[in-house]
């Protein structure tokens, strides 16, 4: 078994990023869409229900489902919105800065903060 481990920068509030992530109402609005639904105890299930459009190419109704291993609430999400001192670096800051020097035309410190 292998794993893979991402880390993203985000100028957002770490509960904010938490509910994008968490919440259906917002999960629809990013990435491939469909709405998700957690039971986030050790052990709790994990779903993806396709979208209207999702449907129409012929997708499932629930196209991810799986099991929560472990949810740590307030410290992920504050390592990914940056706020956690030392946290970050190599290529996944670099593309980020990246990231945000083309969408907005500034650019991350080191510490995730836009200047």
Do not use: C
């Not at 991402?6 to 990435?31: C, H, L, M, N, Q």
């Not at 929560?68 to 800065?97: F, M, Q």
């Not at 907005?104 to 836009?114: A, F, K, V, W």
């Amino acid at each position: 078994m292998s794993a893979q481990q991402y880390r993203a920068f985000v100028k957002d509030d770490p509960d904010a990023i938490w509910d994008a992530i968490t919440k259906p109402e917002s999960s629809d609005r990013y990435g491939y869409g469909g709405f998700v639904e957690y039971d986030l105890r050790p052990g709790g299930a994990f779903r993806v229900r396709a979208n209207d459009g999702m449907r129409a190419f012929g997708a499932p109704d629930v196209i991810v489902d799986g099991e929560v291993v472990e949810a740590d609430t307030p410290r992920t999400a504050a390592l990914v919105a940056g706020s956690v001192d030392n946290a970050g670096g190599g290529w996944s800051w670099v593309l980020s800065d990246l990231k945000t020097l083309l969408e907005t035309g500034e650019r991350l410190d080191p510490s995730g903060q836009m200047h």
